[in-house]
């Protein structure tokens, strides 16, 4: 079998970047700094008609001046010098381009005569390339980022093939802000060459992918897809946003890729025999894919319920009913064992309510603890994660006149988040968290989404993730 | 007709707190500190059985020795001393009190009891009381706050009254973020005596409250609120989140307030008679509700998109198709005008697609323009607001070698901001945005929230949101 176009794409020892230059604000140059700043370990050649160096870089008027056949080329120019570059680059034996420039079959029907002849001209070089029409690909753990914003997080588990390329690369202040990091993320635009199939092929081998999201406006290879998800998502869990399925969704995609989108009922099939989860919106599509990424399958629908909040217990008791998991009464046994750690004004029949409090070590540890190794439930949703925020927010308040004790509350909140993390680990069960601080402000949202347990922004964005854990038949 | 009890609470001239002491990590502390430090104009007394000063403020040891009576008494002292606290509030002519404790029929038999002594006491007194069990009230316009977290956002125009203290106080940070400011927030607790039934009636005559939003866990007056619901949604969108109507929604609601909670369909009937939206989650609860008290009514329909992203605009388009919202193509009259501002790999039939690209007065300002003008569409949802981040985020990715035009972005952003503010005030039809940077990140973020325009995290809790304007019979 040939080796997936998409490995040496994701993977190159070497870049030419087509189309950047002096001027800082044009797609083609944030690309080039993207790369070269971006800490990407290989040569990167800025191609230019008519300057010597680029960006500081020495660049080559053409692809047959480069110093080396490289293993990927960056095309961000005008749409009528597209098949000149793609010439030069087969004469010049280099196998694998990105087209970022648009205008082609989502244009109009000279678009797509022009795509046509990109497509021909490949297929004579041997050349396999992404889009025309997209963004390009980030992979945080080479590291390589040939899009437009810069890849701050951490890297990680969660891939993405994605028709938009904003859900690619103008999404990650969202995701930083989230803790989630991707293991890859391939932007394929017009799919004129690479498709989504060949990502799902790639991605089920790559070793750094642990779940899979798909942004879709079109499957274009019906037959291929179905036997290709349904192969993968056996390997890893696919999570799918499908935006085609309605009028003014459909009519968007085809202005956006060119695409011939479906109606829902076609694409609930496909999902349904292929294993995928269909998520209902961005949002969710991330969630998802981030919780599948870095948590064990919940074996039951037993859910453990922990917070210092009546309001967001009652708000996830009432969230896990709607999406099919229980919420068990703990056993007489367990309930007397939990009395001794929360209040009397709380309740720990499940949900554990300790109320307000300052004891964060039975809030985020022993009852988490004791609670998932009881093997009365088959996953944790706890509420209200953080502490020092709220520390720091009222010495704000006092100015001077009162002190809190900041910096002891974040020393104290990050050895017990390391408990709570342990004690997942050692139970083999799920954990998911929602607060309503993020990791900008407390630290111990951060330290916790880091260690893979997801911490999301209201209780029911918790319950939804939680939810697709616990699909059927996920290990 | 007697002055609404929460008159008084929501706008007092002097408060008592019973519970504060020099201890800083209990409730009673915070909320004193809250209160005193947090701006509230009138004279605040702490009342403390041993002490001469609490947080360096003259102590009193009970009410009787206050030196007024004054309009609020705050208590949070252990569950068994408030029946003598509320007969010392008696005693001392004080007619108004927040009981923050808890333990009463939330937890047992004997709960309930000393609830029924309370109220009791209360009666005899002609003392009118919120909770107990609850976390107080806010009122950023005084500015007032007796609850936990400090309120460091702007005052705002959508309310909350809430079985819940945590979607109270401890949401502020979240609400911070989302440039969500309250106008007034009870929390209601078990309900004792001031009822959310109450709550709307104050609420429909408070001036600086445009929407109100509910988080309810029971409605205890079924017909009253019947009778009282109807009347004020006329008046005022009323956005609610039930969560008593499954199994495990109801028995947690019981832990917590108390509550015996009713189904599902008893619920919708009583949402659908009084006209108000029932919200599906927290998230769209109180998304909906600042929308509602910061736009006009949509009065049709016919949505536009505008963004530089194929992705959100397939995403709006689909999800407003989804909502019920219609995404009609433009006339081609409207369609030629826009094609002057829209480059030639975009798209101007709806949505329209700038694509990317620098000319960022179009895309936020005369686009806007132009489409709010046209009376083709009857509202406004624009992705992708902002800018100077991505510009800071590329200079810190460059050290040095590259320089960005931060603050000429910056100082253009705000200048375009502030045309598509008028645009939408000229049209008087709806805008909502979204975008995947926030306030903290974005400065024009911050300034379109500020003005009343909402701007969400993800394009489809912008749609959400639009339908809410939609909802039939909105002025």
């Known amino acids: 079998m040939s080796e997936n176009p998409l490995l040496r794409i994701l993977h190159p020892r070497s870049i030419a970047v087509f189309g950047a230059s002096e001027k800082i604000t044009t797609m083609g140059t944030y690309q080039l700094i993207n790369i070269f700043q971006g800490g990407f370990p290989g040569n990167v050649y800025p191609v230019h008609p008519k300057k010597d160096t680029v960006q500081g870089l020495k660049a080559y008027a053409r692809a047959q001046d480069l110093p080396e056949a490289v293993d990927l080329a960056l095309i961000t120019v005008p749409t009528r010098a597209v098949p000149g570059v793609m010439r030069d680059l087969g004469e010049r034996g280099i196998k694998r381009a990105i087209i970022i420039s648009g205008g082609f079959k989502e244009i109009n029907e000279d678009g797509r005569r022009l795509e046509m002849e990109v497509v021909e001209i490949a297929r004579r070089f041997g050349i396999r390339f992404l889009g025309p029409n997209c963004i390009g690909v980030i992979n945080p753990h080479l590291p390589l980022n040939t899009a437009m914003y810069h890849y701050f997080q951490r890297p990680g588990h969660m891939a993405l093939a994605s028709h938009s390329g904003t859900y690619v690369t103008q999404v990650l202040p969202y995701l930083q802000k989230r803790g989630m990091g991707y293991s890859r993320s391939i932007s394929l635009g017009n799919e004129a060459d690479i498709d989504v199939v060949t990502a799902l092929d790639y991605l089920a081998d790559d070793d750094d992918t642990r779940a899979i999201a798909l942004y879709l406006e079109v499957i274009r290879r019906g037959s291929e897809f179905l036997r290709t998800a349904r192969r993968v998502s056996r390997i890893k869990p696919i999570v799918a946003l499908y935006v085609g399925g309605t009028e003014a969704g459909s009519r968007s995609a085809a202005s956006h890729t060119g695409a011939m989108a479906g109606s829902d009922e076609i694409y609930n099939g496909v999902f349904a025999q292929t294993g995928?989860?269909?998520?209902?919106?961005?949002?969710?599509?991330?969630?998802?894919?981030?919780?599948?990424?870095?948590?064990?399958?919940?074996?039951?629908?037993?859910?453990?319920?922990?917070?210092?909040?009546?309001?967001?217990?009652?708000?996830?008791?009432?969230?896990?009913?709607?999406?099919?998991?229980?919420?068990?009464?703990?056993?007489?046994?367990?309930?007397?064992?939990?009395?001794?750690?929360?209040?009397a004004t709380g309740s720990s029949r499940n949900p554990v309510d300790v109320t307000f409090g300052v004891n964060m070590k039975a809030l985020f540890w022993d009852i988490p603890e004791a609670v998932l190794a009881s093997g009365e439930v088959d996953g944790l949703i706890l509420h209200g994660v953080g502490g020092e925020a709220y520390f720091r927010d009222m010495e704000r308040v006092a100015k001077g006149k009162v002190h809190f004790p900041v910096d002891k509350m974040a020393q104290f909140m990050s050895h017990i988040c390391k408990g709570l993390y342990q004690a997942s680990q050692s139970a083999r069960k799920p954990v998911v968290c929602s607060a309503f601080s993020d990791r900008t402000e407390d630290p111990v949202i951060a330290e916790l989404q880091d260690l893979g347990i997801p911490c999301f922004d209201t209780p029911e964005q918790a319950v939804s993730a939680m939810a697709a854990l616990r699909r059927p038949g996920r290990k």
């Open 276 to 343: 995928i989860l269909r998520a209902p919106d961005v949002q969710s599509l991330y969630n998802w894919a981030f919780c599948l990424s870095e948590q064990p399958g919940a074996p039951g629908p037993r859910m453990a319920i922990i917070t210092h909040s009546g309001g967001p217990a009652t708000s996830l008791a009432d969230a896990c009913n709607r999406h099919g998991l229980d919420v068990p009464e703990f056993s007489q046994d367990l309930q007397n064992r939990l009395k001794e750690l929360v209040p």
